[in-house]
């Protein structure tokens, strides 16, 4: 399995409170991304990476921010978390090589629940 | 807007049954397609096909992708119950890569 790992795995928090979910890597792999699964939704972009300091939006970006300042870790923080950001939060990790694409692969995800 | 839309959302098949799953997409700039199998965990890889009409196979399963007609289909033959889970396929976007778009996914029950 790919070293991936996400902290916390499960939170509780209130309304109006900052948030900030972690992924690490030990693959040193250059694209790291931010998920979440809804029912319906399958899985929706967040945020991704493609190398230190530089990010992009997905699709379902507003209320959310990331950093990433080594390789191996990208951030997703609420800023103030809402009821409607209750949800299943995977971190994903690619790589290319020599111009081929390759898979993703997953973090073990974290379960937020927003009160 | 870009689509990748699965088909059927989800399915109940007895054991031994073979699976048909259906993926199209309307992507403006399409670099690759993948399958994944999801339990009640994170998502696992199957397959990612770029070419058209070459099937890929892996056991019980295989894929193929048809880029003029912009879909794929995931076959699962002799069906068995660790086969139940969510199939998720997603699309690699070539004008701005590493961004990766899922479908809603399929839900296979496979029933004893």
């Known amino acids: 399995d790919a070293g991936i790992t996400q902290s916390p795995r499960h939170k509780v928090t209130e309304t109006g409170t900052p948030v900030t979910l972690r992924c690490h890597q030990t693959e040193n792999h250059r694209y790291m991304y931010w998920y979440r699964q809804d029912p319906g939704h399958g899985l929706r972009l967040i945020h991704y990476s493609y190398g230190v300091k530089d990010t992009d939006k997905g699709e379902v970006s507003d209320g959310y921010s990331v950093s990433r300042s080594k390789t191996e870790d990208f951030l997703l923080t609420l800023e103030s978390a809402t009821s409607s950001q209750t949800s299943v939060y995977f971190c994903?990790?690619?790589?290319?090589?020599?111009?081929?694409?390759?898979?993703?692969?997953f973090g073990p995800g974290t379960r937020l629940t927003v009160l | 807007e870009d689509k990748v839309v699965q088909s059927p959302l989800s399915l109940v098949v007895h054991e031994g049954d073979t699976v048909t799953l259906n993926c199209s997409y309307e992507v403006t700039n399409f670099r690759s397609l993948l399958w994944y199998k999801q339990e009640k965990k994170a998502p696992t890889f199957l397959f990612m096909l770029t070419s058209s009409g070459i099937e890929k196979k892996s056991g019980r399963l295989s894929s193929i992708l048809d880029k003029k007609e912009l879909f794929s289909i995931l076959n699962i033959t002799a069906t068995q119950t660790g086969d139940s889970a969510v199939y998720l396929c997603?699309?690699?976007?070539?004008?701005?890569?590493?961004?990766?778009?899922f479908g809603a996914g399929t839900q296979v029950v496979v029933t004893p």
């Open positions: 997603a699309v690699i976007h070539s004008d701005s890569w590493g961004k990766f778009q």
């Open positions: 994903a990790i690619s790589e290319r090589m020599a111009g081929e694409d390759n898979e993703q692969f």
